[in-house]
């Protein structure tokens, strides 16, 4: 729990402490034969077997030997160890990208005729997922607002699956209470997924709280360089067992071995880019919250946010984005204002994916969440004003000093 007393750098640097040792060694040894200290990078498709017994019982699953690049490899074995230590998981199973983790998980939990319960405010492909492509497989979803945890509960129905949560959620930091959700999952005998892309193992750890199953996009910040895609699941070993054999060796979601080594990498820094990160998404969400030019700013960390005691309670830090919604003038609607204020950004890039080295600003409503209809997003609190900020780890007096020269 964040103490209000305590000063979020204090905050920030303990919990970077905590994890930094992790993000250098865990999953990682000097290598047996050459006592090289980085982890191979093995780009070999198949593994030789020493003989037919063991070749049988490998498919039988009883020889702990790889098989086939698609079932495993030891680059991505790797990351997936220190992954689940990140995490504080039994297994990890890392898929080619996010959507393929959330994707491929309902399908392992769901069959045609199951329920899932969402968010209204979440990644517009993951809402496209549910609105669109499940249905045609006969797995329907509700929607609800997620920072009302009753909302759940009136949407449960006999044939429902799982509770599905993404906080703080994407575009509008959003923030449900993990541990009211999970109360009601398990007290009905229901899956509980979470999507941990926003807040990260650095700000969040779900399965502390009762989660079943989290997921990660690692394109973002675990990655944090812009250079590699892919997707994590991590919970019980047999839930990710299940997962694995349904994303990876079913449907042949495989994360590749060289942008698993990519990923790894990336991992070593990342409590040190988040512990700056986060601090200084907390000094913008302040500094924004009182420009004339913005209406409203949404950050956690902020007293005046809806989520702010909630997200204090569950989080380990605030977390490296915000959003903000621009104020109407008499010449420009907020919509306008929103999609030409990239325009005057030199510093901050405009670009889709959060989570990176570089700062990264997007309006959601004509980009991101554009497949999400106009009344959903109203529902879902998206308003057209809207912009969201993925603070990186450039200076954060370099970073104001943009937003200004944008927003006047």
Same mark, same amino acid.
């Given at each position: 729990?964040?103490?209000?007393?305590?000063?979020?750098?204090?905050?920030?640097?303990?919990? %970077?402490?905590?994890?930094?040792?992790?993000?250098?060694?865990?999953?990682?040894?000097?290598?047996?034969?050459?006592?090289?200290?980085?982890?191979?990078?093995?780009?070999?498709?198949?593994?030789? @077997?020493? /003989?037919?017994?063991?070749?049988?019982?490998? !498919?039988?699953? $009883?020889?702990?030997?790889?098989?086939?690049?698609?079932?495993?490899?030891? /680059?991505?074995?790797?990351? *997936?160890?220190?992954? %689940?230590?990140?995490?504080?998981?039994?297994?990890?199973?890392?898929?080619? /990208?996010?959507?393929?983790?959330?994707?491929?998980?309902?399908?392992?939990?769901?069959?045609?005729?199951?329920?899932?319960?969402?968010?209204?405010?979440?990644?517009? *492909?993951?809402?496209?997922? @549910?609105?669109?492509?499940?249905?045609?497989?006969?797995?329907? %979803?509700?929607?609800?607002?997620?920072?009302?945890?009753?909302?759940?509960?009136?949407?449960?129905? +006999?044939?429902?699956?799982?509770?599905?949560?993404?906080?703080?959620?994407?575009?509008?930091?959003?923030?449900?209470?993990? *541990?009211?959700?999970?109360?009601?999952?398990?007290?009905?005998?229901?899956?509980?997924?979470?999507?941990?892309?926003?807040?990260?193992?650095?700000?969040?750890?779900?399965?502390?709280?009762?989660? &079943?199953?989290?997921?990660?996009?690692?394109?973002?910040?675990?990655?944090?360089?812009? &250079?590699?895609?892919?997707?994590?699941?991590?919970?019980?070993?047999?839930?990710?067992?299940?997962?694995?054999?349904?994303?990876?060796?079913?449907?042949?979601?495989?994360?590749?071995? !060289?942008?698993? !080594?990519?990923?790894?990498?990336?991992?070593?820094? !990342? %409590?040190?880019?988040?512990?700056?990160?986060?601090?200084?998404?907390?000094?913008?969400?302040?500094?924004?919250?009182?420009?004339?030019?913005?209406?409203?700013?949404?950050?956690?960390?902020?007293?005046?946010?809806?989520?702010?005691?909630?997200?204090?309670?569950?989080?380990?830090?605030?977390?490296?984005?915000? /959003? @903000? $919604?621009?104020? *109407?003038?008499?010449?420009?609607?907020?919509?306008?204002?929103?999609?030409?204020? +990239?325009?005057?950004?030199?510093?901050?890039?405009?670009?889709?994916?959060?989570?990176?080295?570089?700062?990264?600003?997007?309006?959601?409503?004509?980009?991101?969440?554009?497949?999400?209809?106009? $009344?959903?997003?109203?529902?879902?609190?998206?308003? &057209?004003?809207?912009?969201?900020?993925?603070?990186?780890?450039?200076?954060?007096?370099?970073?104001?000093? &943009?937003?200004?020269?944008?927003?006047?």
């Amino acid at each position: 729990m964040i103490q209000a007393d305590d000063p979020y750098g204090a905050v920030l640097a303990a919990r %970077a402490s905590t994890i930094s040792s992790a993000c250098v060694h865990a999953g990682e040894a000097p290598d047996p034969v050459t006592r090289a200290l980085e982890v191979p990078l093995v780009l070999s498709n198949a593994f030789e @077997f020493d /003989s037919g017994d063991t070749a049988e019982a490998a !498919f039988r699953g $009883e020889k702990g030997v790889y098989i086939y690049g698609r079932w495993g490899n030891p /680059s991505v074995a790797a990351l *997936e160890a220190k992954l %689940a230590v990140l995490e504080g998981a039994e297994a990890a199973c890392v898929a080619a /990208s996010g959507m393929a983790a959330i994707s491929g998980t309902i399908l392992a939990f769901c069959a045609e005729g199951s329920h899932v319960v969402a968010p209204r405010s979440l990644y517009g *492909e993951s809402a496209r997922l @549910f609105r669109e492509r499940l249905p045609r497989f006969g797995i329907t %979803a509700t929607f609800v607002d997620a920072t009302e945890p009753e909302a759940y509960a009136r949407a449960v129905r +006999p044939e429902t699956r799982i509770l599905y949560m993404e906080t703080p959620a994407n575009p509008n930091l959003a923030i449900t209470d993990i *541990e009211r959700v999970v109360g009601l999952a398990m007290g009905r005998g229901l899956l509980t997924i979470l999507d941990n892309t926003f807040a990260t193992p650095f700000a969040q750890t779900p399965l502390a709280l009762g989660v &079943d199953i989290v997921i990660h996009s690692m394109t973002k910040a675990l990655s944090g360089h812009g &250079d590699a895609i892919g997707g994590v699941v991590l919970g019980g070993k047999s839930d990710v067992a299940r997962v694995h054999d349904t994303v990876v060796k079913g449907l042949g979601g495989a994360l590749s071995p !060289f942008n698993a !080594f990519l990923i790894a990498r990336g991992l070593r820094t !990342f %409590a040190l880019r988040q512990r700056q990160a986060c601090e200084t998404a907390a000094l913008l969400a302040r500094r924004l919250s009182g420009h004339p030019a913005v209406e409203r700013v949404h950050h956690p960390s902020l007293r005046s946010d809806p989520g702010h005691e909630v997200a204090s309670r569950q989080m380990h830090a605030y977390g490296s984005i915000l /959003s @903000f $919604e621009l104020k *109407e003038t008499s010449a420009r609607s907020a919509l306008e204002l929103a999609r030409r204020l +990239p325009e005057g950004l030199r510093l901050i890039r405009h670009a889709v994916s959060l989570g990176d080295v570089r700062s990264l600003l997007i309006h959601p409503a004509s980009t991101t969440h554009s497949t999400m209809p106009k $009344e959903d997003r109203a529902l879902a609190k998206i308003p &057209d004003g809207l912009v969201r900020l993925s603070v990186g780890i450039e200076s954060a007096d370099d970073l104001w000093q &943009d937003l200004r020269r944008g927003l006047e």
